[in-house]
């Protein structure tokens, strides 16, 4: 089940029809309820794999020494780090969530890292971003943008900041290959719930990551929301037999 939710003017928060409004606020609650345990989840719910997943995203960005980098739902700051060494002491990197909560969190796990001098912070909603139009020479934005109430409207966004020839990539949960489509649907269904019970204590937002993900498009349908949405050359990659993929798009 994935629903294209571009030019909505409702969306879904996992398996209920919400408005757009109301989607964003759902969402924010949920991430101020799961920061405190985030990475820790994380870790149980892909096995450590996630790690690699995220070094190979930016492996696949192409980031250069000295480029400015914008991290849209930069979270706990995993991707920020990998760009912030990317990017070097002559760029920047600009830490990007909608979330207070994620966002701190993020910012004091980087500064405890010894991350600071090239790195901003920016509370921001991907669909809205404020930013001077052409100013990033990549976008990125890892396990956030099903969380949009409007996928569309973030990519518009989006494509408004980037400088021309500049790259969009996108690191998110996606429709797994059939061969493992019925285990993981079990484990994304089941096993996730319980430790968001568990562990997380907050079994109903797990339940929420679940469903959003059955109802995130397909790999094929977000080439087409990005494509609608003035990208070029967009092309996606899977991980783990399609459990994630990486998509990307350029500003020309």
Same mark, same amino acid.
């Given at each position: ?114 991350? /600071? #001098? &090239? ?9 809205? =971003? %404020? @930013?001077?139009?052409? $100013? ?89 929301? /990005? #494509? &609608? ?9 899977? =991980? %783990? @037999?399609?459990?994630? $993929? ?7």
């Amino acid at each position: 089940m994935s629903e294209l939710n571009n030019n909505k003017n409702s969306a879904s928060f996992g398996y209920k029809k919400v408005t757009e409004t109301e989607k964003t606020s759902l969402v924010d609650n949920v991430f101020t309820s799961v920061t405190e345990r985030y990475d820790l989840m994380n870790d149980l719910m892909s096995f450590g794999v996630h790690r690699f997943w995220k070094k190979y995203f930016l492996l696949c960005s192409n980031i250069k020494k000295g480029e400015k980098v914008l991290d849209l739902a930069a979270g706990t700051g995993d991707i920020t780090k990998l760009i912030s060494r990317a990017v070097g002491d002559s760029g920047k990197v600009v830490s990007c969530d909608i979330n207070y909560a994620m966002l701190s969190q993020g910012r004091d796990n980087l500064i405890d890292a010894g991350y /600071m #001098k &090239n790195i901003f912070y920016v509370q921001s909603d991907a669909q809205s =971003l %404020s @930013f001077q139009e052409n $100013s990033f020479d990549h976008v990125t934005m890892a396990f956030g943008l099903r969380n949009t109430a409007n996928i569309g409207k973030a990519l518009e966004s989006i494509y408004k900041i980037l400088k021309p020839g500049g790259s969009i990539q996108v690191l998110e949960f996606s429709k797994a290959e059939k061969i493992i489509e019925k285990p993981y649907g079990i484990f994304l269904n089941k096993v996730i719930p319980l430790l968001g019970k568990y562990v997380a204590k907050d079994e109903d937002s797990y339940k929420y990551l679940a469903e959003s993900i059955d109802m995130h498009p397909s790999q094929n349908d977000l080439i087409k929301i /990005m #494509k &609608n949405s003035n990208f070029k050359n967009c092309k996606f990659n899977n =991980l %783990s @037999f399609g459990v994630v $993929s990486i998509h990307k798009g350029f500003k020309i």
